[in-house]
């Protein structure tokens, strides 16, 4: 079964500061997806990255999928108190066939912005 | 406007006795999902519908059942709850595969 591992597990950062969550795969990506959640909420999706190379912005935050697809980063530029939250990868199950949009999801990156 | 709505957002039972959580959707989706999470962890995949095609994952305990009576509607049962079963328990619907909407969760409480 495929693997997730996001880095760091935790994060604090100044406002202001630009910062970097990764998400490691065990197996080829065939679609990356990110999202945000907020303690005892429900998940916010960010961004989904498909293409080996691909990079998608909204806003302040930049998802990049490297060539390989084993691997995407999500970057945050001048962050502010309104970013913290849960941030967790989701990778489809497979390429196609039953998997109906199945993802399995890292553990998830606790960041915290201090005014 | 909600998308994804889920009742109660908290839920209190005792050991044992059945429980029912309810997800409902706005959107018409054809793909429904049921994920547990718990406390620091990541959302874990139940059982999803495709239209009224059910399908369980491989290590979905036979304590959790679910039902959808319809396109909109989707439950969740809990058999017999054990204290292993409080979690947050998270709906998530799709006709795409590029994005899962998710709803709020409901908080389960296993006392």
């Known amino acids: 079964s495929q693997e997730l591992e996001q880095s760091p597990q935790s994060l604090i950062v100044q406002e202001g500061k630009n910062l970097t969550i990764n998400c490691t795969s065990s197996?080829?990506?065939?679609?990356l997806y990110w999202y945000k959640q907020k303690y005892g909420e429900g998940l916010i999706f960010l961004m989904m990255?498909?293409?080996?190379?691909e990079e998608k912005s909204h806003e302040k935050i930049t998802a990049k999928l490297d060539e390989k697809k084993q691997q995407s980063s999500l970057h945050i530029t001048a962050s502010q108190p309104s970013h913290a939250g849960i941030y967790l990868c989701?990778?489809?199950?497979?390429?196609?066939?039953?998997?109906?949009?199945?993802?399995?999801f890292g553990q998830g990156t606790i960041l915290t912005v201090h005014p | 406007d909600a998308m994804v709505i889920q009742n109660p957002r908290y839920q209190v039972t005792q050991f044992g006795k059945p429980v029912t959580l309810s997800c409902s959707q706005t959107?018409?989706?054809?793909?429904m999902y049921w994920y547990q999470q718990k406390s620091s962890q990541a959302p874990k995949l139940l059982f999803h519908y495709y239209d009224k095609d059910f399908n369980n994952e491989a290590d979905t305990p036979d304590n959790f059942q679910s039902r959808r009576p319809n396109t909109s509607f989707c439950f969740l049962d809990i058999r017999s709850p054990g204290l292993g079963d409080a979690a947050m328990y998270l709906c998530a619907t799709t006709d795409n595969y590029n994005e899962q909407f998710f709803g709020p969760g409901t908080r389960l409480t296993v006392l």
């Open positions: 990255l498909q293409k080996g190379g």
């Open positions: 989701g990778a489809a199950v497979n390429a196609g066939g039953t998997s109906y949009g199945k993802l399995t």
């Open positions: 197996k080829t990506l065939y679609g």
């Open positions: 959107l018409n989706h054809n793909v």
